[in-house]
């Protein structure tokens, strides 16, 4: 039995209004705390939120929402872009207002006898550095896709000819780079032609997200796992581990069904599930347990199922059911426990 969450990545939850509020309070608590955790949160409605409303061959036309489904596109959202005559949605005013403040929460200085200054987003700029009596210059090279490193390049100038002094040059070093997210400092008494050059790793990361085919037993919350390609009911992981990549799957449908808001609209379906981890591998049904193998090698009839109604008539859950067997089920025991394996239960050997 599989109880699933799913449906709200495919929605259009993406306003920018929210977004812009998100940021105001990231900001203002990496003023109070001078978190590296705070300014990586920044970066990514900065990057993937505000950067992409406004249509780049129309500037100022604006998107109402930004879609989070695989395979969507903003031309064809629910509201999609707006009409200069037609359209002036909220976002219109935050939207035009977040490109003004492009600028805004790149840098942090903190006066005191010997001034700190904290570079929280990499972007081209140049910067006064009043109390420390300098100029600072950031220069961040195009990113390629040949190149593995984001280039950022800070070049140290005299403002209007004062004395320099013993002052920290505090850099973020981003959760991308596969760190834990914090800063690097360096206190010197910097000179009018320094420079500090970067190397930021760029790698393909994964995060898992909130949706999982899982099961309740008593107050705890069971999901299941691809654990060394074997399926298994586990209890469920916090987010961002390796143990929530393991519980990830992608459901291949074989009907044509577009854009589905929950898995009640599938339903009937022919599937087929792919552990997000074994990308090109597909579970398959054996006589004892629930196994992942490589797609081109395996049973293709032991890999289909349809997805059906929850046996158990709970509203929300659902069973998958062998394609080539009416009355084959996948189960687990009555009794959940992690490290258990999901089996394959049949009343009798009729096929469809």
């Known amino acids: 039995m599989l109880n699933t969450r799913t449906g709200e990545i495919q929605r259009e939850r993406r306003l920018r209004c929210k977004l812009k509020t998100r940021n105001h309070v990231s900001r203002n608590l990496f003023r109070w705390t001078k978190e590296a955790s705070y300014a ?3 970066e990514r409605p900065l990057t993937n939120g505000v950067l992409g409303i406004q249509r780049g061959t129309e500037p100022g036309v604006m998107i109402y929402m930004l879609p989070l489904g695989k395979g969507v596109s ?3 959202t629910h509201n999609g872009w707006g009409k200069p005559y037609d359209s002036f949605w909220c976002c219109y005013g935050t939207g035009i207002e977040c490109f003004s403040k492009l600028g805004d929460s790149i840098y942090f200085q903190e006066d005191m006898e010997s001034p700190a200054l904290h570079v929280t987003q990499y972007i081209s700029s140049s910067l006064e550095w009043r109390s420390a009596s300098l100029s600072l210059s950031q220069r961040v090279k195009p990113v390629v896709s040949w190149d593995p490193y984001m280039h950022v390049t800070f070049t140290f100038s005299s403002f209007k000819g004062g004395m320099g002094k013993d002052s920290t040059l505090n850099l973020r070093i981003p959760v991308w780079t596969n760190s834990e997210g914090n800063f690097l400092s360096m206190k010197q008494n910097w000179k009018s032609g320094d420079q500090v050059t970067m190397e930021l790793a760029l790698s ?3 995060e898992a997200i909130k949706v999982t085919l899982s099961q309740l037993s008593g107050n705890v919350s069971y999901v299941l796992s691809n654990s060394n390609q074997t399926i298994k009911m586990e209890v469920s992981p916090k987010s961002g581990t390796q143990e929530a990549l393991e519980a990830t799957f992608r459901l291949v449908t074989a009907d044509s069904k577009g854009r589905v808001s929950g898995p ?3 339903i009937g379906s022919k599937v087929m599930i792919e552990p997000f981890d074994f990308p090109n591998m597909l579970m398959q049904a054996t006589d004892s347990f629930l196994a992942v193998q490589a797609s081109s090698s395996l049973d293709q009839e032991a890999s289909r ?3 059906v109604a929850g046996v158990d008539g709970k509203l929300g859950s659902v069973s998958l059911r062998l ?6 089920f996948v189960y687990s025991d009555q009794t959940l426990k992690a490290g258990m ?5 049949c009343d009798s050997d ?3």
């Not at 394996?341 to 239960?345: E, H, R």
């Open 305 to 307: 199922f349809r997805l």
């Open 341 to 345: 394996k999901l089996k394959l239960k």
């Open 264 to 266: 009640e609209e599938l």
């Open 350 to 352: 009729a096929t469809d």
């Open 40 to 42: 990586d949160y920044y």
């Open 74 to 76: 903003k031309t064809v």
């Open 204 to 206: 393909i990361r994964t």
């Open 323 to 328: 394609k080539r067997k009416k009355v084959c």
